[in-house]
């Protein structure tokens, strides 16, 4: 006979650490700082506070991207948030993002300054204070709303959903790896037809919404995320594969995802990034 390993929820759900999987030591069910920790300040105006993940990604490439332009005012500070000692939940960082998530950006340069977090509306800022990567007519400024949006609410069924119960959850369950698998394969699946007939999503134009979709979907197709490039047939999505290579060949990408990376090949790692020297 089977064991029967049905769970039946409690009447109040109770926080559990040790029933967390690998990031146990950071998931908690309340907000606010867990102790006192200023942030470092750099010398420019754009000062921002991450990690090299995909999330964090999505706004260093854009920076960089900027600065390829030759706008110098989006020269930036980038400092490392180490998450897995828990200083996202220092008191300084939830000063700029109250919810306690890379990446969060504090632009100095207006009085009073300004915070931005969530990396959608970080892309959205610099894209409306610069000037670049944001269309400015009406259609096409809907239709890259459309996909950053598409994005920001998808992403978390690849990550949170298909990654942690593929690849961190402390058993495998046949049904939320299934239930997820099939989220993920539908999302490439809209991605690949949609970049049947477009260079970019959006159309001929690379645009903030390339930029925040590339290093889920673009890492996931290319660089084997999670290991899970065979299970999820990644390589079927033909389209996905070429428009990600397409943007991976970009200068600004190349750099972007250095910064704040301390993982892999040293050549592939930039802790912080005060100048553009530091590459």
């Given at each position: ?20 999987g690998?990031?146990a030591n950071?998931?908690?069910p309340?907000a606010?700082?867990t102790?006192d920790?200023?942030l470092?300040?750099?010398k ?6 991450s990690l ?13 991207e900027?600065l390829?332009?030759?706008v110098?005012?989006?020269?930036y500070?980038a400092?490392l948030?180490?998450i897995s000692?828990g ?7 939830v000063?700029?993002?109250?919810n306690?998530?890379i ?16 990396s959608?509306?970080?892309l ?7 000037g670049?990567?944001?269309?400015k007519a ?5 239709e890259?709303?459309?996909w950053?949006?598409?994005q920001m609410?998808?992403?978390?069924y ?8 593929y690849?961190?959850?402390?058993e495998?369950?046949?049904y939320?790896?299934n ?21 970019y999503?959006c159309?001929?134009?690379?645009t903030i ?10 890492y996931l197709v290319l660089?084997?995320?999670?290991e899970?490039?065979e ?8 389209n ?11 200068p600004?990408?190349?750099r ?14 930039l802790?912080?990034r ?6």
């Open positions: 006979m089977s064991e029967d390993k049905t769970y039946t929820p409690p009447k109040v759900w109770r926080w559990d650490t040790e029933s967390g690998k990031f950071i998931n908690r309340i606010g700082a102790h920790q200023e470092p300040t750099g420019h105006p754009l000062q921002l506070h090299g993940t995909p999330n964090g990604v999505k706004v260093t490439i854009m920076l960089e900027l390829e332009l030759g110098s005012d989006a020269e500070d400092f948030i180490d000692e200083q996202q939940f220092g008191s300084g960082f000063e700029i993002n109250p306690s998530k990446p969060a950006l504090l632009d100095r340069s207006v009085s009073p300054n300004v915070r931005v977090f969530e959608g509306a970080i959205l800022y610099l894209g409306e204070k610069f670049h990567f944001y269309p009406q259609d096409k400024m809907a890259c709303l459309s950053l949006f598409w609410g998808s992403a978390p690849l990550g949170g959903g298909f990654g942690h119960f690849a961190y959850a402390p495998k369950y046949e939320p790896i239930r997820f698998s099939m989220e993920v394969k539908r999302q490439l699946d809209v991605l690949n037809r949609n970049l049947s007939d477009r260079k999503l159309g001929n134009d690379y919404a390339d930029i925040a979709t590339y290093p889920w979907y673009g660089h084997n995320i999670y899970a490039a299970f999820l047939d990644v390589a079927s999505y033909k996905v594969v070429r428009w990600a290579k397409e943007i991976e060949k970009r600004a990408v190349l972007g995802r250095r910064v704040n990376k301390t993982w892999g090949p040293d050549e592939e790692q802790k912080e005060h100048s553009s020297k530091d590459f």
